[in-house]
């Protein structure tokens, strides 16, 4: 887990930057993918991809951070009086970012700017050898909410995560992993599921295997916005990440329906996307 100097609220509330509309709670029909909906799942597709590569960073897992760029919102922080680690003093014997076993609980309230914020949730991370920097993790978020309030309204999103990365061979490593966004604002709900078990590969003469490597971000998403739920499935030929762009520099993540509608995100530079809709570019 990131462990990072603590800033206290920055800036005031804004408006979700992607993904809601007016949308009611009632469960809506599975209907094929449309270029709209193709450009919110971009957008969002983006932050989960984010978050798994922050994943792997040294000392970079920030499920939090993830949470401020779709509330669109900076500088908000927990602070340690508002947050609780069990144990007290967690133990990273091989200083790689991750504690042996450890889970911080965040019960936090703000006020600056015009906004009230309040963090509320749980982070639970696992080293599963922690005398080896490269034996892979584990890691749990659980209801990890981010609420922003201002006199245009309250905007929030809550992240869970289930997550276990296993090492099968030096410099080879298989993933599995359920990761779901739930946001909301005064018009409505939406919400963002991405199931898979990828793959990483480490890049060939790295002496750390999370330095640089290549990820098969393989899946399954589930997307719900006022417009239905959209079901699809996710291919990658191999999505390349590097530390260095704390993220991913290259390559293509292609989806797809069950009525033939494709499309398609490519990593055209450091955290960087173009867009393609059943063969048209989108932007």
């Known amino acids: 887990m990131r462990r990072s100097s603590i800033a206290i609220l920055a800036a005031s509330s804004a408006a979700l930057t992607i993904l ?24 969002t597709g983006m932050l989960g991809d984010q978050l798994v590569a922050s994943m792997i960073a040294p000392n970079g897992f920030s499920p939090m951070s993830v949470g401020l760029q ?15 680690t069990s144990p007290a003093s967690p133990v990273d014997g091989d200083g790689d970012g991750w504690y042996a076993n450890a889970t ?8 600056g700017g ?10 639970t991370e696992q080293d599963k050898n922690d005398a080896d920097p490269y034996s892979g993790t584990k890691a749990t978020v659980n209801d990890l909410k981010i609420a922003v ?28 992993y359920d990761f779901r966004l739930d946001l909301a604002d005064s018009s409505g709900n939406a919400s963002f599921e991405v199931q898979g078990t990828p793959t990483y590969t480490a890049d060939s003469g790295t002496t750390n295997p999370f ?10 998403v589930t997307f719900q916005d006022s417009d ?25 993540v292609n989806y797809h329906d ?17 867009l393609t809709y059943n063969g048209s570019t989108v932007y």
């Open 149 to 176: 309030s201002d006199s245009s309204g309250t905007s929030s999103i809550t992240e869970n995560l289930s997550w276990d990365l296993t090492r099968n061979a030096p410099g080879a490593y298989a993933l599995s």
């Open 20 to 43: 809601l509309a007016a949308c009611g709670t009632a469960t809506l029909p599975v209907k094929p993918l449309t270029q709209a909906a193709a450009t919110q799942v971009a957008s």
């Open 228 to 252: 239905g739920t959209y079901e699809l499935t996710r291919q990658s030929g191999g999505v390349h990440y590097s530390n260095t762009c704390s993220g991913f520099d290259s390559g293509t």
């Open 258 to 274: 069950n009525s033939g509608n494709t499309m398609t995100i490519t990593y055209t530079s450091c955290n960087a996307i173009s």
């Open 70 to 84: 779709a509330l669109g919102v900076a500088g908000i922080q927990p602070q340690a009086s508002c947050t609780t």
């Open 211 to 220: 330095d640089a490597g290549t990820f098969t971000l393989d899946g399954k």
């Open 114 to 123: 015009g906004a009230t914020s309040t963090i509320t949730g749980s982070v």
């Open 104 to 111: 911080v609980t965040y019960n936090c309230s703000y006020s």
